[in-house]
């Protein structure tokens, strides 16, 4: 229908240049949303793989449908998308030298996530290394259990593979999260690799953004609400709030998608962006 856009873009030419931890309904409003965009304006190379740690819901849900989904922007009018920016997802417990293969691809340029903060087995300002999952990565990384243990694994495979660098970015309501996942894989290189550790401080990158829509859960109401606009069944598709926004720490090793054409700002101090959203809008949203 005329009502329902959907990027000016022959999806052939995509090419992934993204691996992404976290496919929930966040992502694909958020960040999914954004690298869309940018292949509308061309920019082929940017193209997502999706990694569930967990649950294979996400990948059952979207291969049917060739990993494309409906975005629904829920405001005074309703606006209908469809993003087709995810291109495969992996769900890790199931092959996750896979996984890693993915990550050290040499065309893979930046990893993101959004694993929610019990993903990074923090305690005391730091990853909790007592933890019973760190320390199955600690013992060995032929089955990695954390994301610090698959990104660890993929980085030294990188290095002994072609050494090409890579930027990490921490996608979630985390202060400072660019630095958590740093510790946790300089933990762990430390102890399986001191060589690729060495080479990792100048070919990876670890930052840290500000992120913020409401997506809420996907429900039978907004699936029938899809159906009636598109004359097809999603089986998951996603709504949001018109508001979106996304900060990204300026620290690079790899190539920097040109995200700031498609609206994504790019700070050399992420800090404020990162006490403005814990204090007024999250605050905003605990008051409603």
């Known amino acids: 229908p005329r009502d329902v856009t959907i990027g000016d873009y022959a999806l052939e030419n995509v090419k992934p240049g993204i691996v992404h931890f976290g496919v929930g309904n966040f992502h694909r409003g958020h960040q999914a949303r954004y690298v869309d965009d940018l292949l509308t304006r061309n920019h082929f190379h940017w193209g997502i793989i999706g990694i569930s740690m967990q649950s294979s819901q996400a990948r059952d849900k979207l291969a049917p449908q060739d990993f494309m989904y409906t975005e629904v922007t829920l405001g005074e009018t309703i606006k209908i998308k469809i993003i087709r920016s995810i291109l495969d997802i992996l769900v890790a417990p199931e092959n996750p030298s896979k996984v890693v293969e993915q990550i050290s691809d040499q065309c893979i340029k ?21 933890h019973p999952s760190l320390i199955s990565d ?9 994301i610090y243990g698959y990104l660890t694994a993929a980085i030294i495979r990188r290095r002994n593979c072609f050494s090409e660098p890579l930027s990490i970015v921490c996608c979630d309501n985390l202060q400072g999260g660019g630095n958590y ?3 946790g894989v300089e933990e762990l290189l430390a ?3 001191p060589t690729s550790l060495a080479w990792s401080r100048s070919h990876v990158s670890f930052s840290s953004s500000m992120v913020d829509r409401v997506t809420p859960s996907t429900d039978s109401n907004l699936r029938q609400l899809v159906a009636s606009k598109l004359g097809l069944d999603d089986f998951w598709p996603v709504s949001g709030e018109p508001f979106s926004q996304w900060v990204i720490e300026n620290n690079f090793a790899a190539e920097r998608p040109p995200l700031d054409l498609v609206g994504v700002v790019f700070s050399d101090d992420i800090l404020p962006y990162e006490l403005m959203k814990l204090r007024f809008l999250n605050a905003g949203h605990s008051i409603v």
């Open 181 to 183: 996942l740093r510790k």
């Open 191 to 193: 102890i399986h690799d």
């Open 138 to 146: 600690m013992n060995s990384l032929s089955r990695p259990a954390t």
């Open 110 to 130: 930046l990893v993101t996530i959004t694993i929610t903060e019990k993903g990074y087995y923090l305690s005391k300002g730091k990853p909790n290394l007592h």
